[in-house]
């Protein structure tokens, strides 16, 4: 039996608001920042293509790495149900979310669960972390990075979230032969690769590196964060495998967004990655068979696969 998983990045829909009851705290910068700059490059129209490309697809599983809003308005993640409702529809309990930092923008946001809220439907059970068999011996855990983090937009993994995981890992009768997580920060980033870099964006998560490598069976780590297409190998994990879906409605240098995603395919013990990519000049869609880099190195899906070493800025 083929499985076959497609991972979409972060949407960021967004609405510009003149309610001066949503410029208080950490929303005024991120308004200020919509107004002058986002707004232009996020084109939320294209989402009803991207959409339609992944249900032609007719995947297993739709797992999204978080960030569907800006700043976490109620509109925003209207926008965003409305968009992934046709999925949603057709494939019933297939399509799963975790959230972003915008998703979870202001300490209000985490107190309400506004997140939950609106997506509620698309985590399996109640609680965080959430873990579901995506097939026979094939695992995919959920994890929320979620803090109250101020004015910043690094995530924390919280000490209870890693018991969770080795609780359920130590009950299993069965272990798994393969695990996916999803969750929208990276526990390591590719070094040298990012322009602006801030460091370590996933605050305590060493623990969990600790875990998968413990574990010892392949592992793919699903995230978002970075607005930038790629695989990378972890330098530190010899059984991980990143994969950054980028942020497909994204419009780099005044081109149209490529509408992009991965996927993950297996069959038996076979593991199949590949990127989906629209021309920008076409429109047509492409599907493209990668490789998983060696530790330490990155494959670039942004612009064309193209694999390199972690020591230059791409992003």
Wanted: charged share 25%; net charge neutral; aromatic share 10%.
């Amino acid at each position: 039996m083929a499985l076959t998983a497609l991972h979409i990045g972060d949407l960021h829909f967004w609405k510009i608001t003149f309610n001066p009851m949503h410029y208080l705290g950490k929303r005024l910068l991120g308004n200020s920042n919509l107004i002058l700059r986002r707004a232009r490059k996020f084109q939320k129209h294209l989402a009803g293509e991207l959409i339609e490309r992944i249900g032609a697809l007719d995947p297993d599983y739709i797992l999204f790495s978080g960030d569907f809003t800006t700043t976490a308005l109620r509109c925003e993640f209207e926008q965003a149900i409305a968009a992934i409702k046709p999925l949603a529809d057709r494939f019933p309990g297939r399509v799963l979310a975790v959230p972003g930092n915008h998703d979870r923008y202001t300490r209000r946001d985490i107190r309400r669960l506004t997140f939950e809220g609106h997506f509620g439907a698309h985590r399996p059970g109640e609680t965080w972390p959430f873990f579901l068999q995506l097939e026979q011996g094939f695992w995919l855990i959920g994890i929320d990075g979620g803090t109250s983090n101020g004015l910043q937009a690094y995530g924390r993994l919280k000490a209870t979230d890693l018991a969770a995981i080795r609780s359920w890992w130590d009950g299993l009768a069965e272990k798994p032969r393969r695990l996916a997580v999803l969750c929208h920060f990276p526990a390591e980033d590719p070094a040298g690769v990012l322009k602006h870099d801030r460091g370590p964006q996933f605050h305590d998560s060493r623990p969990l590196l600790d875990f998968l490598a413990e574990t010892a069976v392949p592992a793919f780590y699903l995230h978002g964060h970075h607005h930038h297409r790629w695989l990378y190998g972890s330098p530190t994990v010899p059984n991980l495998t990143y994969l950054n879906a980028g942020a497909p409605m994204l419009r780099r240098e005044g081109k149209r967004p490529d509408l992009g995603f991965l996927e993950l395919r297996t069959e038996g013990e076979a593991i199949e990655l590949a990127v989906h990519y629209q021309d920008m000049r076409t429109l047509e869609w492409s599907r493209k068979r990668v490789e998983a880099p060696r530790g330490g190195a990155y494959l670039n899906l942004q612009n064309g696969p193209e694999v390199q070493d972690a020591d230059g800025g791409i992003a």
